[in-house]
C-alpha cells in the first residue's frame, strides 16, 4: 500500500529493519522476489502483484472476525459512520423508530467528516453523501435531495425592510459545491448567475447550519436537513423555487458486510424512513 519500507514501518508500528527482514523471508520462502527495488521505492513484481489481493482479502476477513470478537458483539452490534449535520437533522430523533423494531441491536455511532476506510476501521457501515463513487464498497442510495436557499426569521431582523431575495449577497457557504449549487440555482430562479460572494465560509454543514439558525446569513439548504427547521419556522425559505442536488445520501459497507442481519435491518429501516420523509 506505501510503496515504501519506512512508511509501511511506521503504519505497522515496528522498525524499518523488521519490515525488510520479513519481505526477505518472504521471498525466500516463495524463491521468487515480490518486491522490485527502486529509488523511489518498492515495486512490485509479477508474483507480488497475483499475491497482494489474496492476502488483504485474508487480512481483511481475519480482522472482521477480531474485531466481533474484541468487542464481544457478536452480529447484534452495529457502529455507523455517519456525517455530523446528517446525524444531528435527520436520523437522531428518527432512530428511536429504529431501536424500538429492533431491541436486540446495539447501535454506536461514529461521527465525522472523514471517509473512513470499512475494511480497517472498527465500523461496519457509513452513511455518506456523495455520488456513490467510492471504490471498494457497495453504496446503495437510499434519499435523495433538493437544494434550496432558507435563512432564520432572526436574519431579517438584522435587515429590516430588505426582502430575502436582495440579501443573497450574505450568502454562507459549507461544501465544496456550493459556487457550482449557487449559480444553478440562480439561473433556475432566473437571476444572474454570477459568483456570490460569502459573507462566512464553514468546512462543516453542521456549523453552517448553526450559523444560519443563529440569523447569520442564507444558506443553500439541503431538503433532508433543513425540513424540521423549516416546519418548525426556525428556517424560512427564500422562494419556492429549489433545484436537485447532484449528489444524494448513500448506505455504504463492505460487500462481506451485505449480508448480515443488523446490517440487512438497518439498509431497509433508512429506505422505508426516507421514502416517508
Not at 1 to 8: Q, T, V, Y
Not at 37 to 54: D, Q
Not at 68 to 91: D, E, K, M, Q
Not at 188 to 197: F, R
Request: charged share 25%.
Amino acid at each position: 500500500r506505501h510503496g515504501n519500507l519506512s512508511r509501511a514501518a511506521e503504519a505497522l508500528h515496528v522498525t524499518h529493519g523488521a519490515v525488510s527482514k520479513q519481505i526477505t523471508a518472504l521471498e525466500a520462502w516463495l524463491g521468487t522476489p515480490v518486491f522490485e527495488r527502486t529509488a523511489r521505492g518498492l515495486i512490485p513484481t509479477e508474483a507480488g502483484t497475483v499475491l497482494a489481493p489474496v492476502v488483504a482479502q485474508a487480512f481483511d476477513a481475519l480482522a472482521d472476525g477480531v474485531r466481533r470478537v474484541r468487542r464481544g458483539a457478536g452480529p447484534s452490534t452495529l457502529t455507523i459512520s455517519v456525517l455530523p449535520s446528517f446525524a444531528a437533522h435527520w436520523l437522531i430523533h428518527r432512530l428511536p423508530r429504529f431501536l424500538d423494531r429492533h431491541p436486540g441491536i446495539d447501535v454506536r455511532f461514529f461521527t465525522t467528516r472523514r471517509v473512513v476506510d470499512l475494511t480497517r476501521e472498527d465500523v461496519d457501515l457509513a452513511i455518506r453523501y456523495g455520488r456513490g463513487d467510492w471504490p471498494g464498497v457497495h453504496a446503495e442510495k437510499f434519499l435523495e435531495e433538493s437544494l434550496t436557499p432558507v435563512y432564520a426569521p432572526a436574519f431579517l431582523d438584522r435587515h429590516p425592510g430588505r426582502a430575502p431575495m436582495d440579501l443573497l449577497r450574505h450568502a454562507i457557504h459549507s461544501h465544496h459545491n456550493d459556487d457550482i449549487n449557487w449559480r444553478r440555482w440562480r439561473e433556475a430562479a432566473g437571476l444572474p448567475a454570477d459568483e456570490i460572494p460569502a459573507a462566512s465560509e464553514y468546512d462543516d454543514t453542521a456549523v453552517a447550519m448553526q450559523a444560519v439558525l443563529g440569523g447569520q446569513g442564507i444558506m443553500l439548504g439541503r431538503s433532508a436537513l433543513i425540513r424540521d427547521d423549516l416546519a418548525a419556522g426556525r428556517l424560512v425559505r427564500v422562494s419556492e423555487i429549489d433545484i436537485p442536488s447532484t449528489e444524494a445520501n448513500y448506505m455504504v459497507c463492505l460487500e462481506r458486510s451485505r449480508s448480515r442481519a443488523a446490517v440487512r435491518a438497518f439498509r431497509d429501516w433508512l429506505v422505508e424512513e426516507a421514502r416517508d420523509a
